[in-house]
């Protein structure tokens, strides 16, 4: 399966925008890009996926790059109770998920 | 309530003790998986089914067997548990297998610790 890259912690204000990239350059061209999220030792939390456009839903927006060799996840009002790792995999023709180790997103006051 | 439930949550048990992890979903779902999360490693597919008697090895199989006999319900099975199968275990399920288009819904996870 393809893999993907995150930063491995970020920071973010509260009330202000969180973006979080994601770096998947093998992409295939029948694999979406699927966010989650996991908070604590919480069971992951779907957030949002897309193939090549872009998706907004009420927890968040994709932004797939027009190569899609990359993404970016943006929370636009992010608070404390998105404290959490974040992340980004992709899914294809295997079956099997691969989850890499994400990215700690802290927010703060 | 759409779920996928698990049992036990907790578990302290000794090394060679067969045990059972039930994993029951309501959502009618063909695809279901097990994954284990350690420190560092992320999550880490165990095995995974796509339907009714048909399941497959995920990434880190050895140790683990899985049956599904009916689509609600996947048990991972731990014939002799050792202490490096100490984690923290969730099972997931959706529609139908990942590649097309449909989020996994997890549980809320099962710790282990084998002594």
């Known amino acids: 399966d393809a893999k993907t890259t995150q930063p491995p912690s970020m920071d973010c204000a509260e009330g202000r925008a969180a973006n979080l990239p994601c770096n998947h350059s093998t992409i295939s061209g029948n694999e979406y890009v699927y966010w989650y999220r996991q908070i604590h030792s919480q069971g992951p939390q779907y957030i949002i996926h897309?193939?090549?456009n872009n998706e907004t839903n009420e927890m968040a927006s994709l932004i797939i790059t027009e190569d899609r060799k990359s993404s970016t996840l943006t929370l636009p009002h992010a608070t404390l109770r998105d404290t959490a790792v974040y992340y980004c995999i992709l899914t294809g023709t295997a079956s099997k998920l691969t989850f890499g180790t994400g990215t700690r997103l802290q927010v703060t006051l | 309530e759409a779920q996928v439930t698990q049992n036990p949550r907790y578990l302290i048990t000794v090394t060679g003790k067969k045990l059972t992890v039930t994993c029951s979903q309501n959502?009618?779902?063909?695809?279901m998986s097990w994954y284990r999360q350690d420190p560092g490693l992320g999550l880490r597919q165990i095995y995974y089914?796509?339907?009714?008697?048909?399941?497959d090895k995920g990434d880190v199989p050895e140790g683990y067997k899985v049956s599904r006999k009916e689509k609600r319900n996947f048990p991972l099975i731990l014939e002799s548990p050792s202490p490096n199968q100490t984690s923290l275990y969730f099972c997931?399920?959706?529609?139908?297998?990942?590649?097309?288009?449909?989020?996994?819904?997890f549980g809320d996870g099962t710790r282990l610790s084998i002594l």
């Open positions: 997931a399920s959706s529609p139908r297998t990942p590649y097309s288009n449909q989020p996994q819904h």
């Open positions: 897309g193939l090549k």
């Open positions: 959502m009618n779902h063909e695809y």
């Open positions: 089914s796509m339907n009714v008697e048909v399941t």
